[in-house]
C-alpha cells in the first residue's frame, strides 16, 4: 500500500512546480529587459526573482548566472 497522492511525492510536485515558475520567470525576464531595459527596477526585480528560483531548484551555477546579466 502506497501513500500520498496519484500525483506523486510531494516533493516531486514541488520541484515540478518550481520548474514551471522559473521557467515562467525567465520568460518574464526577457520580456522586462527587452521593454524596459537592462536596468530599469522592473527587470532588476525579474533577475532576482528568477535567481531565487534557480537556488530553491539547486540550480547555483544558473542563478549566478542570471545574476551576471546573461539569459540564453
Known amino acids: 500500500m502506497t501513500t500520498g497522492s496519484a ?3 510531494p516533493e516531486a510536485r514541488d520541484d515540478a ?10 520568460v ?3 520580456v522586462t529587459e527587452r521593454v ?3 536596468e530599469h527596477p522592473d527587470t532588476l526585480r525579474s533577475r532576482s526573482n528568477l535567481a531565487f528560483g534557480y537556488r530553491a531548484l539547486g540550480l547555483e551555477d544558473d542563478a549566478i548566472r542570471v545574476e551576471g546579466g546573461w539569459v540564453p
Open 36 to 38: 524596459r531595459g537592462p
Open 7 to 9: 500525483g506523486g511525492s
Open 17 to 26: 512546480t518550481g520548474q514551471v515558475a522559473s521557467a515562467s520567470e525567465a
Open 28 to 30: 518574464e525576464l526577457r
